[in-house]
């Protein structure tokens, strides 16, 4: 019979064996899931567009939504809606207009009629004021969202990265309407427009901007 010390001692052999075989750097990169936290996806093949504008900024500190740029008392108010007719807009040459224009606005916290709640409204400048009710023309990409595209949304990056997935400015899209609707856009094609820019203050079922009686530029 054997004795209990070589049993003991083919136990440690076997343990030291087991300890001393395996690769426990192996077995972590088996197991180990993907660093989801770091992980990067590839920028979109488009012009680079610095949009400082939001309504809310996310503070992780507090994981909560906070107003950023908030209108003051003593800044620029909002003027009333000019109009200008048709006829005088066809003579017009198309005033080439950027995003980053468009987003260069701040915000009024005003109570909303139609939704009976309070909601943060546009307070446009000086620069966009100007614009109001001009024939403007503007480059970005187009999203459909209804099936006959009388009007689509034009916004400044692609509908991965747009406000409708919370990516970006609420002022980084627009409505437009077109002149003679028929022609289908397939999304994130991007395209050149030119119509009669509204500047919309108060009407929460309307993005900020609209262009009116819009055409390919």
Not at 69 to 89: H, I, K, Q
Not at 164 to 173: H, L
Request: with cysteine.
């Amino acid at each position: 019979m054997k004795s209990p010390v070589y049993f003991v001692a083919l136990v440690l052999l076997a343990t030291a064996a087991f300890i001393f075989g395996t690769d426990p750097k192996s077995e972590t990169e088996e197991y180990c899931p993907p660093d989801i936290v770091n992980t990067k996806f590839p920028e979109p093949l488009v012009e680079k567009i610095i949009l400082e504008d939001s309504v809310c900024i996310w503070d992780d500190a507090v994981a909560d939504l906070r107003p950023d740029r908030p209108y003051r008392r003593g800044e620029e108010l909002p003027a009333p809606s000019t109009n200008v007719s048709s006829d005088v807009l066809a003579d017009q040459e198309p005033i080439a207009i950027s995003w980053n224009l468009l987003t260069d606005i701040r915000y009024v916290l005003t109570y909303n009629k139609k939704m009976k709640m309070e909601v943060y409204a546009p307070v446009f400048p000086d620069t966009l004021k100007n614009l109001n009710g001009r024939l403007v023309s503007i480059r970005g990409y187009v999203i459909p969202f209804e099936e006959e595209q009388t009007s689509v949304a034009l916004s400044a990056f692609p509908f991965a990265a747009c406000f409708f997935c919370g990516k970006a400015s609420p002022a980084s899209v627009m409505t437009v309407t077109f002149d003679q609707p028929g022609k289908r856009y397939k999304i994130d094609a991007r395209r050149n427009f030119s119509g009669k820019l509204r500047l919309n203050y108060d009407d929460p079922e309307q993005f900020y901007y609209v262009l009116e009686a819009a055409a390919e530029y």
